[in-house]
């Protein structure tokens, strides 16, 4: 690629920013709606984070002490789905909304009126559900999974709110999702081939590409309840001919290409920042392309491996356990070729690299352990148990959301045009990677020992390792004020940041000064 | 930098082409994943649960065939009626058409409806085992302290593999007062 020299004295063509509210509330721009998702997403994770605290406050000790059963089941209902879709989801937006005009030398989204609106809608959808804590019969606490008929017959009446918020994310999804295609397969700059298109753009293509496929099928799922519940039918009612086991399998269509949605982006950060601080290409490019294709692919064809034990038939079990299994080829391709890209670089360990190689480790423990709960007979005994949670969310916390804070401190000097301060970054990674690892760990010991999970008290055998988990998350919470406090400090008083702080980084984002203008790549780039 | 672009492409192609996959999807989840869960159910039998009504056929009766045949009963959640089958089971062959009942009183001081829920283990066994007649077609009213037997006809086919010895047949009897009326929905 060429680096271009872009010229900023067209502001006879452009007006800056709006002054005040108005400024967020109509932009079109897609970096300050990319900020905007950013911020969104960061309050989320808080709050999410507030729901987990709960959590493991009540499981710190056998017994009940903080809160009433029913209180903590609408915790984990809504820790997981503030979590998945208001912390994760729209973090990867707001980094797409941000970085994918810049990689490719756009000069902003292809459709930005809509792509105000596909995030103007998520605060409405958000404090809908949130509402639901101070309803009359609580929250929804049928888990983030929201089987039937725990979320149809016995759901709180809170459940058609949450109904309704799902359509609105549902909604900004699919709406962000056709944004990014249509900006990726129409607004290349000339010579962005598409074997020359960064990682990231490519990982969140597919993305958009599952998004537009799944997103329609929860909102069917969670419409088919909305009429069981209010209009008579009976999808899920056996009383009335219906199946619960629908549910699941309908769900799951949904759900389990949805958790490579929350992955692929991931992939795409780490496959940039690694080879930036190996100071070497990234090995095997073409590879991870088909990779991430191949993992987006089997992702539609595994979901009964997350419903092994409903009875279904034997020759099920044995294909949804091997096509999962497969899923190990793809992904040990990409772990691979991260591996290769530091094998004899010449590595520096700035935070967003330690976040990285957290990232590969980590992740990778976390896809081993799928792989346990992929063999079917084995299941049998992990199925709803702690386990299961320790799996999930070691590729949801070091996985996701390691890779998001990677990408917050790789671009931040982008974003805001100052540095972070890199002791700080640092002690904020440390806090974060003991915290995540005393929290998550233990839970894969108390889970193969039997601890079911989403129970607000437990037998006094697992009292000790429950108690480890808690104080680690109480640290690992605790450290995300740190995150916090770093990205205001940077914002507010880090120091200037040059164009390109990462000597070893490469891409178009870089081409342009730091903070990046408010248009950037009105004429486009060259890149050969 | 002095090159221009080409004229911009239109979106208008690709956000057409996105929407027809979403609208493309949601129909998929109601006309086509529901139908065929439902299509691998009844191809495999593996819920043991059928509601369709069997023709009595005129198999040959292998009487040097015993199978036993054993009913039970379930209560879902809050429902309050005394529900039993009247045979706890039968031997029957192969070929021959049967008639059992079952029991059910309601001992509540309202008028109810019910909905039984046939369930069959071995699910292999579910395809050869024909009911001609059973009172899970249709709901069962009944009036406070009313009682009845209602009645199940059926016939086992005589292709029904040899490994099976011992058939269950589980009734979950539902409470659908509130939603009587509602026709179940169509397959």
Redesign the interface.
């Known amino acids: 690629m060429t680096t271009?020299t872009?010229?900023h004295h067209d502001d006879h063509a452009h007006h800056g920013p709006a002054k005040g509210l108005a400024r967020w509330l109509f932009s079109t721009n897609h970096k300050d709606i990319g900020t905007l998702y950013l911020w969104f997403s960061f309050a989320m994770f808080f709050l999410g984070g507030v729901f987990a605290m709960v959590i493991r406050a009540e499981l710190f000790q056998p017994g009940l002490q903080l809160v009433e059963p029913a209180f903590f089941n609408q915790m984990t209902t809504m820790h997981g789905l503030v979590m998945v879709f208001g912390a994760v989801m729209p973090a990867f937006v707001g980094l797409a909304n941000w970085m994918i005009p810049l990689m490719i030398g756009a000069p902003d989204m292809?459709?930005p009126r809509m792509n105000n609106l596909s995030f103007w809608i998520l605060p409405f959808a958000f404090a809908m559900l949130a509402s639901t804590l101070f309803m009359e019969g609580g929250a929804p606490n049928f888990g983030w999974t929201f089987y039937a008929p725990l979320s149809t017959t016995y759901a709180p009446p809170s459940v058609t709110f949450f109904i309704f918020a799902v359509h609105i994310m549902g909604a900004s999804s699919?709406m962000g999702?056709?944004n990014v295609?249509?900006t990726i397969?129409?607004?290349r700059a000339?010579g962005m081939t598409w074997m020359k298109l960064p990682l990231f753009v490519w990982t969140w293509l597919i993305t958009a590409f599952l998004l537009?496929?799944?997103?329609?099928?929860l909102?069917?799922?969670v419409t088919?309840m909305l009429m069981d519940i209010h209009f008579?039918?009976?999808?899920f009612?056996?009383?009335?001919?219906?199946?619960p086991?629908?549910f699941q399998?309908?769900f799951w269509?949904f759900g389990h290409p949805e958790v490579y949605i929350m992955i692929l982006p991931a992939f795409g950060v780490v496959s940039a920042i690694i080879p930036a601080f190996s100071r070497k290409k990234l090995f095997g490019y073409s590879s991870m392309v088909y990779a991430t294709a191949s993992i987006a692919f089997l992702s539609f064809i595994v979901w009964a491996h997350h419903m092994f034990t409903v009875?279904?038939?034997f020759a099920g079990e044995l294909f949804f356990m091997i096509a999962t299994m497969l899923i190990a080829v793809p992904t040990g391709v990409k772990v691979f070729n991260w591996v290769t890209t530091m094998f004899r670089g010449s590595l520096t360990f700035e935070t967003p690299m330690l976040f990285s190689i957290a990232f590969v480790v980590l992740f990778t423990i976390g896809g081993f352990s799928g792989l346990m709960l992929a063999v079917a007979p084995a299941d049998f005994q992990y199925h709803d148990t702690y386990f299961v949670v320790a799996h999930f969310h070691y590729v949801l916390v070091p996985g996701a959301v390691f890779s998001i804070m990677a990408a917050a401190y790789y671009w931040l000097p982008k974003w805001s045009g100052r540095m972070y301060n890199e002791t700080l970054g640092k002690t904020h990674f440390w806090l974060s990677f003991v915290g995540v690892n005393v929290t998550f760990f233990p839970q894969h010991f108390i889970g193969l020992a039997g601890m079911p999970r989403r129970i607000p008290d437990y037998a006094v055998q697992f009292a000790d390792f429950n108690m480890v988990s808690s104080i680690g998350a109480f640290l690992f919470g605790a450290s995300q004020l740190l995150f916090l406090f770093i990205v205001i400090h940077t914002i507010v008083a880090g120091k200037k940041a040059k164009a390109k702080p990462w000597d070893g980084a490469e891409g178009l984002e870089w081409t342009v000064p730091s903070p990046a203008p408010f248009h950037t790549f009105d004429?486009?780039?060259?890149v050969d | 930098m002095t090159e221009q672009t080409d004229a911009p492409k239109s979106h208008l192609k690709v956000v057409l082409t996105s929407l027809a996959v979403v609208v493309a999807m949601v129909l998929f989840v109601f006309y086509v994943l529901r139908p065929m869960y439902y299509l691998i159910c009844e191809w495999t039998g593996i819920t043991g649960s059928t509601f369709e009504t069997a023709e009595a056929q005129p198999f040959e009766v292998q009487t040097d065939r015993p199978i036993r045949v054993q009913f039970l009963a379930t209560n879902n959640a809050t429902m309050s009626w005394q529900f039993r089958p009247v045979q706890t089971e039968v031997i029957a062959h192969p070929g021959e058409l049967i008639q059992v009942s079952y029991y059910a009183k309601n001992a509540s001081r309202r008028d109810m409806v019910a909905q039984a829920v046939p369930s069959l283990t071995p699910f292999e066994a579910t395809n050869y085992f024909l009911k001609t007649e059973c009172f899970c077609f249709n709901q069962q009213p009944l009036a406070s302290g009313e009682d009845t037997e209602m009645g199940l006809v059926f016939q086992i086919d005589p292709d029904l593999p040899d490994w099976v010895k011992t058939i269950t047949l589980t009734y979950s009897l539902f409470d659908v007062t509130t939603a009587s009326g509602t026709a179940r929905l169509d397959k």
Do not use: C, E, R, Y
């Open positions: 271009t872009h010229d292809a459709l699919i999702a056709i295609i249509a397969i129409n607004m000339p537009i496929a799944v997103m329609p099928v909102a069917g799922v088919m008579g039918t009976a999808f009612d056996a009383a009335g001919g219906g199946s086991v629908l399998h309908v269509f009875g279904i038939p004429t486009p780039p060259k």
